[in-house]
Structures are given as C-alpha cells and as structure tokens.
C-alpha cells in the first residue's frame, strides 16, 4: 500500500508555469511506473503524463507534449510535474497515480492501483 499526497496547484495566468509535486509514503516508490491524471469539471478524467519507475520511459498526451516535463526523484519518494505556456484547458484537478506492476506506459487509468487526492490548477484567461 502506498499513499500519495499532491501539492502546488494553484491559480496562474495563461502562458504561466507551475510545478506540481506529489509525495508518496512507503518504501517501494522506486518500484512504481507513476503517472498523472487531471479532471476537468463536466468531463471525465484524461492521462496527462506516466513515467517509468526507473525514470528511463516517459509518455505524454499529445494535448501536454512540449509543454509538461515528468521527472521523479526516488530519493525523495516524490514525482513532479512541471507544466509550462499552461493554457485555460488546462483547468483541471490534476491526480497523481501509481502503478505497482510496472505495466507499459499506455494512459490507461485503470492500470493505476493508488491515486492522490487530488491539487487544483486554474489558468486565468
């Protein structure tokens, strides 16, 4: 069992940048593929960004590709996202998700085992 715990959402103006972080307990984070996920209001929730638990695989969603970088630090039990040129679509809760058996990063949700609770991001037209 893992809990993971997000931080640094905010409320930031179009072309702006913000870094989300979210920390996860337990001594196996190095052993989980982790991704993020976000929700925005009226729609369902979409794949933004999986990184492999070795950090060597990333993969994006075509709407975030250039613009958000998913890094980890398994020293720190911690994976970030940093999100640059944000745009109002971006509007979202954004989840951080682990997946403990290492599966190919595909985006699919459902291929996560632990979630977060969850960090606003609102980008202002």
């Known amino acids: 069992q893992v809990q993971l715990v997000e931080s640094g959402g905010g409320l930031v103006q179009t072309g702006g940048s913000l870094r989300l972080s979210c920390a996860a307990s337990?001594?196996?984070?190095?052993?989980?593929?982790m991704g993020w996920f976000r929700q925005a209001p009226g729609k369902e929730r979409e794949f933004v960004a999986a990184m492999s638990w070795s950090g060597g695989s990333t993969y994006y969603a075509d709407s975030v590709k250039g613009r958000f970088t998913i890094s980890r630090d398994n020293a720190k039990n911690t994976v970030y996202l940093q999100m640059s040129s944000l745009k109002p679509e971006d509007t979202a809760v954004y989840y951080c998700?682990?997946?403990?058996?290492?599966?190919?990063?595909?985006?699919?949700?459902?291929?996560?085992?632990?979630w977060g609770q969850g960090t606003q991001v609102t980008v202002s037209s």
């Open positions: 998700a682990a997946d403990r058996r290492r599966r190919p990063l595909r985006g699919n949700d459902g291929e996560y085992d632990y």
């Open positions: 337990g001594r196996t984070f190095s052993s989980y593929n």
